[in-house]
């Protein structure tokens, strides 16, 4: 809300809604949040100065938050922070104006995961081994040479190539956070557990006690591992707990729909967390933002994978492993030792020279912290609900007929309490199905090669779009 000063001198309006307001810093070099309210009335060369200096606020959002998710910040001018990507396209900024300013490391974080999403990959390798003989000449003890005959072996590649799976991404990102009692990287260099209310032990008409953030426990951590890692074979999303049914959170049924639940499972959300970060005068700390993709049951789409190489007969060995890049955003101080320690090959060099052990203690007891505790999930596949035609809402209309098994589409529509819901993505099986044949031929005529398959070779001709065209039976 904009009110003119009681006074009559040339005083500026004061904007009580701007952020300006307060005593938190904005994102850098970044114009002030404006307005579209309506001005008092002034007259004459008071009004045009006001018009000037009257901020607007614009209104657009450039991408979409699912609900549950992070709110968007009012739009400013965007900082242009320092970074650069690292051989695996993680992104790595030592910007100065990032570790001091929440609010510009909170909206780095969201334009990064937003313009530079993660990639992702099938990989499938296969190779065998030889036992071959050759002849070498040896000098023996009285200096003569001999031909000797040796016996070596030798690794051969049969087939290597991966499948781009990142352009079937279909929404993202999702921001989200870790949850309270799960063990993470809250700003030490060893994971804890945050501030979360415990049944009092001592008197049960006490109820609940806060217990502080504290570090975790090694059966806490352990658990939590196996969690992760069982979350990531079975395709769940990142906010999914062990807690949570994994029925409901089944990838094949509707619920998985990040509107249906909050994604913000910590009790502070992706902005404080920035601020906590920048408040910090460690020397060597860092705060990452993780790019994780969900929505695939990756463990049985992995057997699926191997039993189709293994149908080719090939009885070499092979590995099928399902491979993401661009994973990360890394934000860390600009100092010269923190710097020195984000280019592997000097990081190397202290390993030689024995000099890294002593930068390790100084970071493990001094220095150093971790936040590992956000990130952006992207969805292969998900749910949404499926909004009523205009004619079904007439007044006067007869009622919507009740579900049918029949006009489903072959499981991409579901019923829940909520209405039905649409299927956006394929499914994995939709997927092996497309490729399953390329992967075959692929491993039957050792395919080798660096550039990433974009569509299956068996895929209609783009000529099929043109009249006329008639396809070779």
């Not at 993505?425 to 399953?436: S, V």
């Amino acid at each position: 809300m904009i009110v003119p000063s009681d006074s009559k001198d040339d005083t500026p309006l004061i904007d009580l809604g701007s952020p300006s307001s307060s005593n938190s810093a904005v994102a850098g070099p970044s114009t002030l949040p404006t307005t579209t309210d309506a001005t008092p009335s002034l007259s004459g060369k008071d009004a045009e100065a006001n018009r000037e200096s009257m901020p607007t606020v614009l209104e657009g959002i450039d991408f979409p938050v699912p609900a549950g998710g992070e709110e968007p910040p009012p739009e400013f001018t965007p900082y242009e922070a320092e970074y650069f990507a690292t051989s695996n396209g993680d992104i790595v900024s030592h910007d100065t104006h990032l570790n001091e300013d929440g609010e510009a490391l909170y909206r780095f974080l969201l334009s990064m995961s937003q313009n530079n999403p993660p990639g992702f990959f099938l990989y499938a390798h296969g190779s065998h081994t030889e036992h071959r003989t050759r002849m070498v000449q040896r000098r023996d003890s009285n200096g003569n040479w001999r031909t000797q005959r040796e016996t070596y072996t030798e690794t051969i590649t049969d087939f290597d190539f991966h499948i781009n799976i990142s352009q079937y991404l279909v929404s993202g990102p999702v921001h989200w956070t870790v949850a309270d009692e799960e063990p993470a990287f809250r700003g030490q260099m060893y994971k804890e557990v945050d501030g979360v209310f415990e049944p009092s032990s001592s008197d049960i008409e006490v109820g609940r006690d806060f217990k502080p953030r504290r570090e975790a426990t090694s059966s806490e951590t352990k658990n939590a591992k196996a969690w992760r890692k069982e979350r990531k074979a079975r395709g769940l999303p990142p906010w999914v707990g062990p807690g949570m049914s994994l029925e409901r959170w089944n990838v094949v049924g509707p619920e998985v729909d990040p509107s249906q639940t909050s994604v913000l499972k910590s009790s502070k959300t992706l902005r404080q967390w920035a601020d906590e970060y920048c408040a910090s005068k460690k020397h060597l700390k860092e705060f990452t933002y993780d790019r994780y993709v969900y929505g695939w049951n990756l463990a049985a789409l992995e057997e699926a994978v191997t039993a189709a190489i293994r149908s080719t007969y090939y009885t070499g060995s092979f590995e099928v492993r399902f491979v993401r890049t661009n994973k990360y955003i890394h934000i860390r101080p600009d100092n010269r030792l923190s710097r020195t320690l984000s280019n592997k090959w000097l990081k190397v060099l202290f390993w030689v020279l024995l000099i890294y052990p002593f930068i390790w203690l100084y970071k493990r007891f001094s220095g150093g912290g971790k936040w590992e505790v956000c990130g952006g999930a992207y969805a292969l596949k998900r749910w949404q609900p499926v909004m009523p035609e205009p004619d079904t809402l007439i007044q006067g209309s007869e009622p919507l007929p009740p579900y049918s098994t029949n006009n489903a589409m072959d499981g991409r529509i579901a019923p829940t309490a909520g209405g039905p819901t649409r299927l956006i993505g394929l499914k994995e099986g939709e997927w092996f199905q497309m490729w399953e044949g390329t992967i075959k031929r692929a491993v039957s005529r050792r395919l080798q090669t660096d550039v990433p398959l974009m569509r299956p070779d068996d895929a209609p001709t783009p000529g099929v779009i043109l009249d006329g065209y008639r396809a070779v039976l």
